[in-house]
């Protein structure tokens, strides 16, 4: 399950670098490089805010390091991609209780689903009791996906009928095991998804 993850980042993280050294070549850096850089950073959602950082941080090592090839621009460009990674904190779900609720909310398509089942695999192998909501009752179809993905992390599943109250299905969730993982599409009845579940 993993492993295709880890595959799709690699890909990804080769297709951002392939384009970023692919752009700036092997040649000098010149002004058009660093407008060049900037496009393609924002064009990997990195974001403007830290984009316009690590075009300043790289302008200042250009600077003090004699950094003078674009090879060596797109290697230090990675040195401060990792600089700005930081180590996570412990997330508050690992701490030991007696319930852990986790509620998935999301527009359709982002995701949900698949996180879901991959949450309820970690936290299987990790010992943890797990049970999976499908509290987005307003989508049949969503019923079904949150069944076969518990099926796949080998976790029982609750499921409400479509049209049914999704609280309803999160409140029987609750009674059972030491996880829950309930999950609720904000495209379809955003009001009433949030509303009706917490």
Same mark, same amino acid.
């Given at each position: 399950?993993?492993?295709?993850?880890?595959?799709?980042?690699?890909?990804?993280?080769?297709?951002?670098?392939?384009?970023?050294?692919?752009?700036?070549?092997?040649?000098?850096?010149?002004?058009?490089?660093?407008?060049?850089?900037?496009?393609?950073?924002?064009?990997?959602?990195?974001?403007?805010?830290?984009?316009?950082? !690590?075009?300043?941080?790289?302008? &200042?090592?250009?600077?003090?390091?004699? @950094?003078?090839? %674009? *090879?060596?621009?797109?290697? /230090?460009?990675?040195?401060?991609?990792?600089?700005?990674?930081?180590?996570?904190?412990?997330?508050?779900?690992?701490?030991?209780?007696?319930?852990?609720?986790?509620?998935?909310?999301?527009?359709?398509?982002?995701?949900?689903?698949?996180?879901?089942?991959? !949450?309820?695999?970690?936290?299987? &192998?990790?010992?943890?009791?797990?049970? @999976?909501?499908? %509290? *987005?009752?307003?989508?049949? /179809?969503?019923?079904d996906q949150v069944q076969i993905w518990g099926?796949?992390?080998?976790?029982?599943?609750?499921?409400?009928?479509?049209?049914?109250?999704?609280?309803?299905?999160?409140?029987?969730?609750?009674?059972?095991?030491?996880?829950?993982?309930?999950?609720?599409?904000?495209?379809?009845?955003?009001?009433?998804?949030?509303?009706?579940?917490?």
């Open positions: 399950m993993f492993k295709n993850l880890r595959e799709s980042l690699t890909r990804t993280r080769q297709s951002i670098f392939g384009q970023i050294a692919g752009v700036l070549g092997a040649g000098d850096i010149t002004d058009e490089t660093w407008d060049d850089l900037e496009a393609l950073l924002i064009q990997a959602d990195i974001g403007v805010p830290t984009t316009m950082y !690590l075009v300043d941080r790289l302008r &200042e090592r250009v600077s003090s390091e004699g @950094i003078y090839q %674009a *090879d060596q621009l797109v290697q /230090a460009l990675k040195q401060e991609l990792r600089g700005i990674l930081q180590q996570p904190e412990v997330f508050a779900l690992e701490e030991p209780r007696l319930l852990t609720v986790v509620m998935v909310v999301g527009v359709n398509g982002s995701g949900k689903t698949t996180s879901i089942g991959k !949450l309820a695999h970690y936290y299987k &192998e990790d010992g943890r009791k797990v049970m @999976i909501a499908a %509290a *987005d009752t307003y989508r049949a /179809a969503a019923i099926d796949r992390a080998g976790v029982p599943v609750i499921a409400g009928q479509p049209g049914g109250d999704p609280g309803a299905t999160a409140y029987d969730g609750i009674r059972l095991p030491a996880l829950v993982v309930s999950i609720c599409s904000l495209s379809t009845q955003p009001a009433a998804c949030i509303q009706s579940t917490t």
